[in-house]
């Protein structure tokens, strides 16, 4: 059935029938049951509390439960595949939200400084704290038990300290290093909050916003295409029937005009495209050819190390200069490209860059699923269960669930070009909603896709390598 034959409209908005809510479906109406999730979420503060005091109290290991729960299981799987996938789903059971939801009853309420909302300080934290150091000392964060568990103490920490002073959620939406990563992901996946617009125009009580601690209107998403930083915590379905949990086709959003459209989006997305996108690329694709003595982050990084009589094994300035290429080649070139675009139709280069950089995010997300599950299927996942099993007394030992030789995995790695061509027509579908003669909205869409013709163009040379005697392309 097509999405016209599904939307009916109704005093000009659209309205959703029943049948599109997902709680309307055996089991799944459990959803509605505050309890339900209530026990869902405590069985992730359980996880979280175990995972660390495993992590701190027993013998230090490089791997064990500790390690696997974190680096195999929550961040590559629930950031890479799950919310691009669904949505945001994992932080509506986030145990820092759960525990932050119920210090905030007892905490000070104070109102979080207005100059410091927005991504800003999420993004450095994970720039600086995830990023920078996967680059330039990887493996650091995961090699051990103990370092996993600190690292995510750390931020525990932070977390119930930001709930206990500020309110309205302004952890989540302010300081979380995955927070507004995760709620723009989340804009690619298929699960959202919509409701029934017909009783929305006549509803007085606002039910639903009050519900929401995050201080969102659910009422306004279906209209503006926008569920801003909805997080899915579901808290909006108990406390009103016309609220309901929807699927659509996923990425169906990123092609449609959005309403207030976030500037703060639009650097994640550019920063998510620069780091895990070319960065990536540079790091693991470049860098595995013949050519790998000659790219430039190679030759500043062994000068560095060798000037300053670093130990590779102790720092890799390569690994930095990738991530500072990565970004100041990247960003540089998506402004011009935005700015030349908005010129062409005269249209405010913030807004329009705003507006087309949603285009960039399937390539930024597919590019890390191929690895993400390869690495779960042939290692972490079957490592994780025999570690539960010998946690449990239990004898059991699993082997891997594939091998990197499987016919599955191998058409897994062909998402990135998925994402590629994506990112190319979600980017003309979205240069049409500023422009409607096919030659300016073929010259708005070649220049809104500089950096993708960047992007492109490493991948290029990758496939060359061999060919050029450059090695193999990895």
């Known amino acids: 059935m097509s999405d016209e034959m599904i939307i009916a409209r109704s005093g000009g908005q659209p309205t959703t029938p ?11 109406a459990l959803l509605r049951r505050p309890w339900f999730m209530r026990s869902l979420q405590g069985l992730s503060v359980g996880l979280l509390v175990l995972a660390i005091g495993l992590g701190l109290w027993l013998p230090d290991r490089r791997d064990g439960l500790t390690v696997l729960l974190f680096w195999g299981i929550f961040w590559p799987l629930l950031t890479a595949v799950v919310t691009p996938t669904l949505g945001p789903v994992f932080c509506s059971l986030c145990p820092h939200g759960v525990m932050g939801r119920w210090i905030q009853k007892f905490g000070l309420k104070r109102r979080f ?5 927005g991504a800003w300080i999420g993004l450095v ?20 038990t103990q370092a996993t568990a600190w690292y995510f103490l750390g931020f525990t920490l932070l977390a119930l300290a930001s709930f206990l002073f500020f309110a309205d959620m302004a952890y989540c939406k302010h300081i979380c290093p995955l927070g507004r990563v995760l709620a723009v992901h989340g804009k690619v996946g298929g699960l959202r909050i919509g409701t029934e ?11 639903c916003a009050s519900a929401c601690q995050y201080h969102l209107s659910p009422f306004r998403f279906e209209a503006r295409n926008n569920t801003e930083s909805c997080t899915l915590c579901l808290d909006c379905l108990p406390a009103c029937n016309k609220v309901q949990l929807q699927w659509q086709r996923p990425g169906k959003r990123l092609g449609q005009p959005m309403q207030g459209a976030s500037r703060q989006d639009f650097w994640v997305l550019l920063l998510i495209f620069a780091v895990a996108g070319v960065g990536i690329q540079f790091l693991h694709g470049l860098q595995h050819t013949g050519w790998r003595e000659h790219l430039p982050w190679n030759l500043l990084g062994s000068w560095t190390n060798s000037a300053l009589g670093v130990e590779v094994s102790s720092f890799r300035f390569m690994g930095l200069y990738v991530l500072l290429f990565a970004v100041g080649l990247t960003v540089p070139l998506a402004l011009y490209g935005y700015r030349l675009a908005a010129r062409v139709i005269g249209a405010d280069a913030h807004a329009l860059g ?3 950089a949603y285009g960039l995010a399937p390539v930024a997300i ?12 042939t290692a972490n996942g079957p490592a994780l269960l025999n570690e539960t099993g010998a946690l449990l007394g239990l004898g059991w030992q699993f082997s891997a669930f594939a091998g990197r030789g499987d016919l599955w995995l191998q058409v897994l790695g062909y998402l990135p070009w998925l994402g590629i061509i994506w990112t190319f027509w979600l980017i003309w579908r979205r240069a049409g909603h500023w422009v409607s003669t096919v030659p300016q909205r073929t010259l708005v869409w070649a220049l809104a896709c500089l950096p ?3 992007y492109l163009g490493i991948w290029v040379l990758k496939l060359l390598a061999p060919a050029a005697g450059g090695g193999h392309a990895h």
């Open 197 to 207: 617009q017909s009783a929305c125009s006549q509803c007085t009580t606002f039910d």
């Open 18 to 28: 029943a049948l599109r809510d997902l709680t309307a479906w055996p089991g799944l």
């Open 366 to 377: 597919l590019s890390l699923v191929p690895h993400a599950v390869t690495r779960f299927a």
């Open 125 to 144: 934290l994970i720039l600086l704290g995830y990023w920078a150091l996967a680059f330039t000392m990887p493996g650091l964060l995961s090699a051990s």
């Open 354 to 356: 705003t507006d087309l």
């Open 452 to 454: 993708m013709w960047f």
């Open 113 to 117: 400084p207005r100059a410091l909302r």
